[in-house]
């Protein structure tokens, strides 16, 4: 029987969506619903301080008006805690993660940062604090999963076949931080296995996190979806869009563009279409495959063509 696919959309409400992604959250829609599957929205909003509720909105807002509807929203992060929580319980039964005292600055002197994202790798030091050690400790610990020497393979979508050794090209890794917050690696595995998605589209810029995840789900004994990482949207400097600099702002295209220009600019340049024009995300999904996507990043900003 052919698996009913399950895609998801989970935006950080911590600015206005800019163009890049929506691109990711177009493909993704587009592979579910040219198979007939469903869609998730979901708000990831662990950072109170940054992400609000208006936020959030205004992204609904925007998706509405580009077209890309979805079937059911999911409980943001910020109401998720217990199922956290719970997951990190369960790690902590069996063994897999132990109480960290180490600071960013002391782990930048003993490692250099790990070269896809910039973290430095963990030296493991906290492992073997013994009972009495820790109990000396007056600060409130983060908590690191123990990172096996283990190599993770996968197949991505995109970007063909990829594998990281978790011990020496990642090193432990935080799920829960001193603060009390938990990060993206446990509550995006948490939230996408309990609610069943099987298929996650989203920046090649997050490849490199996968195998973290992939092992998450195998301790957790969750059901891991396929992935597909896309290019990155850039600039004509081949810099990435960001909400930072407020790029490819939704807000301001809507003010200059109708829908149907946007999904069809995006869908010339990425290999959708053999030409620009304005064309809707519906009609665009009775003719989608994978296999058209560019590989490379794309240039969306300012350049002559666009002037």
């Not at 911590?14 to 959250?25: D, I, K, Q, T, V």
């Not at 069943?196 to 969750?222: A, H, I, K, M």
């Amino acid at each position: 029987m052919k698996e009913y696919p399950i895609g998801r959309f989970a935006p950080t409400p911590s600015g206005r969506m800019h163009l890049g992604n929506a691109f990711a959250y177009l493909l993704a829609w587009l592979s579910v619903r040219s198979r007939d599957g469903e869609m998730i929205l979901r708000m990831e909003d662990l950072d109170t301080l940054r992400c609000t509720t208006q936020l959030a909105e205004g992204i609904r807002e925007d998706l509405r008006w580009l077209g890309l509807l979805w079937d059911r929203e999911t409980p943001p992060q910020r109401e998720r805690t217990d199922a956290y929580e719970a997951a990190l319980q369960r790690l902590k039964e069996r063994g897999h993660v132990f109480p960290c005292w180490c600071t960013r600055g002391s782990l930048n002197l003993v490692n250099a940062p790990h070269a896809s994202d910039g973290h430095p790798i963990h030296p493991a030091s906290c492992r073997n604090r013994s009972e009495a050690e820790r109990k000396l400790q007056k600060e409130p610990p983060a908590w690191r999963l123990e990172a096996p020497d283990l190599e993770i393979r996968f197949t991505d979508g995109l970007c063909g076949a990829y594998s990281e050794n978790l011990m020496t090209e990642c090193g432990d890794f935080v799920l829960r931080r001193a603060d009390g917050v938990f990060v993206y690696q446990l509550a995006v595995v948490v939230d996408d296995g309990e609610a069943g998605v099987n298929e996650v589209v989203r920046g090649c810029d997050l490849l490199s996190s996968t195998p973290r995840q992939l092992y998450l789900y195998r301790l957790l004994g969750l059901t891991p979806p396929s992935y597909y990482h896309v290019p990155m949207l850039t600039d004509a400097e081949g810099r990435k869009l960001s909400k930072r600099d407020a790029d490819m702002d939704l807000g301001q295209l809507r003010k200059t563009m109708r829908p149907e220009q946007v999904i069809g600019r995006l869908a010339f340049r990425c290999g959708l279409l053999a030409r620009e024009e304005a064309v809707s995300a519906r009609e665009l999904a009775a003719d989608f495959s994978w296999q058209k996507l560019r590989r490379e990043d794309i240039i969306i900003g300012e350049t002559k063509e666009d002037a």
